[in-house]
Each structure stands twice: as structure tokens, then as C-alpha cells.
């Protein structure tokens, strides 16, 4: 198994700091032997989120289960599930491999997108090979209406990158 790269620390409150690194090491190993890095790193980016949420999902039931959907759920953003697509994993594969039924893994994964609100295709969560051809990730509020920012000028795509609106793809 590869090792997978340190990331930054998260701010996490205490109460939930323990049990996030575990759901880490879960989601950092499946990723080390199943994914890859960037996987293991929207991953770890999707605990962040949960783990700030008050109260904590993750204080409660199987850590197992909520690295299993975590990893769904970012596989699902990504179209993991699409053999198209490398890396690629099926949704029964993740069960298989993480050893969490399927309709568990699919109830929590549901859970986490209905509590945080993430959707098909969700910017913050998609891989860097993706974002060119995701139309959510280039869409910005300008005097009160939503544009696509790569037809503005170069000035007002300059400014949305560097407020974190849009990637920096460079």
C-alpha cells in the first residue's frame, strides 16, 4: 500500500478531532490502494466538512460506514461509477472492499449529500481533470446575475480566482 501525502492539519473541535483522523486513515488507505491521491484528498476534504458541522455527524456510528460513504460520495461526484473513467470503482465494489452493505453505504452516502448539499458534479469536490468540463465550477454572481465566467474579461476572471470563486487551473 502507498503512503499516502500528510495534509494540512484541519481545524476540527475537539469533541470530533479523534474520530475525524480515523475516518482519514480509512479513507487515506481505501484511497492508497483502490484511487489515488487526489481522491484521498477530496476525501479528507469532505470529513473536514462534516466534522465542522454542528453537531458532528460523525460522533455517532460506524466510522467504517461514514468513510465508506464519504468515499461513495466523492466517487458519485466524480463518476468513479462510470467504467469510462480512471480511476473506476463501482458502488458495489466500494461495499465489497469497505465490507459496509450496500444499502447502508447508500443510506449514509444519501445522508451526507442532503446534509451538506452536494450535488452532481459539486466544484469543491471534483477532480482537477474535471473542473475544465464542469459548466458549476465556472459560474459566478456579476451585478446580480449568474454568468459564465470564462466569456467575461480577463480582469473579472483574474478577481474570481483569486477571491476562490472559480479554479485556478495554471
Same mark, same amino acid.
Given at each position: 500500500?502507498? @503512503?499516502? +501525502?500528510?495534509? *494540512?492539519?484541519?481545524?476540527?473541535? *475537539?469533541?470530533?478531532?479523534?474520530?475525524?483522523?480515523?475516518?482519514?486513515?480509512?479513507? &487515506?488507505?481505501?484511497?492508497?490502494?483502490?484511487?489515488?491521491?487526489?481522491?484521498?484528498?477530496?476525501?479528507?476534504?469532505?470529513?473536514?466538512?462534516?466534522? +465542522?458541522?454542528?453537531?458532528? #455527524?460523525?460522533?455517532?456510528? &460506524?466510522? @467504517?460506514?461514514?468513510?465508506?460513504?464519504?468515499?461513495?460520495?466523492?466517487?458519485?461526484?466524480?463518476?468513479?461509477?462510470?467504467? $469510462?473513467?480512471?480511476?473506476?470503482?463501482?458502488? &458495489?465494489?466500494?461495499?465489497? !472492499?469497505?465490507?459496509?452493505?450496500?444499502? $447502508?453505504?447508500?443510506?449514509?452516502?444519501? !445522508?451526507?449529500?442532503?446534509?451538506?448539499?452536494?450535488? #452532481?458534479?459539486? =466544484?469543491? !469536490?471534483?477532480?482537477?481533470?474535471?473542473? =475544465?468540463?464542469? #459548466?458549476?465550477?465556472?459560474?459566478?454572481?456579476?451585478?446580480?446575475?449568474?454568468?459564465?465566467?470564462?466569456?467575461?474579461?480577463?480582469?473579472?476572471?483574474?478577481?474570481? +480566482?483569486? +477571491?476562490?470563486?472559480?479554479?485556478?487551473? *495554471?
Amino acid at each position: 500500500m502507498k @503512503r499516502m +501525502r500528510e495534509s *494540512a492539519p484541519m481545524r476540527l473541535p *475537539a469533541s470530533v478531532a479523534a474520530r475525524a483522523e480515523e475516518v482519514i486513515r480509512l479513507t &487515506d488507505g481505501f484511497s492508497a490502494e483502490h484511487l489515488d491521491e487526489e481522491y484521498a484528498a477530496l476525501c479528507r476534504k469532505l470529513i473536514g466538512k462534516l466534522g +465542522r458541522k454542528r453537531p458532528s #455527524p460523525l460522533l455517532r456510528d &460506524d466510522l @467504517r460506514i461514514w468513510a465508506a460513504a464519504v468515499i461513495h460520495d466523492v466517487g458519485n461526484v466524480n463518476f468513479l461509477f462510470d467504467p $469510462t473513467q480512471k480511476p473506476h470503482l463501482s458502488a &458495489d465494489s466500494i461495499s465489497r !472492499l469497505t465490507g459496509v452493505p450496500k444499502s $447502508t453505504l447508500r443510506a449514509k452516502a444519501k !445522508l451526507i449529500c442532503d446534509l451538506l448539499g452536494i450535488r #452532481p458534479m459539486e =466544484p469543491e !469536490l471534483c477532480r482537477r481533470e474535471l473542473l =475544465p468540463q464542469n #459548466p458549476l465550477a465556472w459560474l459566478i454572481e456579476v451585478d446580480g446575475l449568474i454568468v459564465e465566467s470564462r466569456t467575461m474579461p480577463p480582469e473579472i476572471q483574474e478577481e474570481a +480566482r483569486r +477571491r476562490g470563486l472559480i479554479p485556478d487551473l *495554471a
